[in-house]
DNA sequence: AGAAATTTGTCCGTATGTATC
DNA sequence: AGATACATACGGACAAATTTC
């Protein structure tokens, strides 16, 4: 494997796809980034290299990291419009499953499913939803 | 303590001597693999490097690990139709929106939108579902 | 039912050797 | 020669799931 550098160096690619992922909500705020472990397989990059992108975004205040944990998404704020007018940009709530979810999840339809809703804006108008879903805690 | 790695690197080896013991019997399909704390002391290894290793077999699909319980020879393989390398299953179609989707878009109820769903799973599981949606480009 | 021990999961810091730009 | 990256390996610590007492 060549070790090419063109412009940018590999941890900062890899921070960016990263950053990108969080801020569309495909890691929703609160949400574990994959382990390091996973990290250094999806990218085909070697462990120190995916921990100094994970420095850069912790830097950034993207992600915070507990040891023996994982690494967090941190809510984000949109640094676009400063002001925004006062609309959840992002919020979280609990539903139903319908019945593709519930075959996807392999559980019954009805369950209840945590959806986290993103919204991406251009000026001011809705460009995007993102609505991600993923099954709650078990209750042992 | 150097690490020399000319010929083969450790965790290979390790991971040799283990495929072995399961491939002739010694660890019969579904017996615990001894826990990490004991290779260590066996063959003389850190931790990750002993983790590394049963990675690999596990890539090999000739174990599974449970958080909390073991690592065990896999029973029976070969009852796996199973993709390998998506890690994402993407496909796009046309929906009908709902009421907060044409409220957030500011289209009417039922107007058609593109839906873009992905999936990720983890072991085979679906881990998230990521619904995303956009307007359709507009058709005067 | 609850506490302790076991075991795996993850992160941290560091180190050495190799290879490429 | 230096910067970047990769591969390997060590040791330590905390977290979480499971089992055992």
Not at 12 to 19: G, T
Not at 55 to 73: D, I, K, M, P, Q
Not at 88 to 103: F, H, I, N, S
């Amino acid at each position: 494997m060549p070790t090419p550098h063109y412009g940018q160096p590999r941890y900062r690619l890899i921070a960016n796809q990263l950053k990108e992922r969080i801020e569309s909500g495909r890691i929703p705020p609160g949400a574990l980034l994959p382990a390091e472990s996973a990290l250094t397989a999806e990218f085909q990059a070697a462990r120190g290299t995916v921990r100094q992108a994970i420095a850069a975004l912790r830097e950034a205040g993207l992600v915070a990291t507990e040891h023996g944990r994982g690494t967090y998404a941190t809510p984000h704020q949109h640094e676009r419009g400063l002001d925004e007018g006062s609309e959840t940009e992002t919020q979280q709530r609990q539903v139903a499953a319908d019945p593709e979810l519930a075959a996807l999840f392999a559980v019954e339809v009805g369950t209840t499913l945590m959806e986290q809703q993103s919204l991406a804006r251009a000026d001011g108008a809705v460009q995007t939803v993102v609505r991600t879903y993923r099954r709650l805690p078990a209750e042992h």
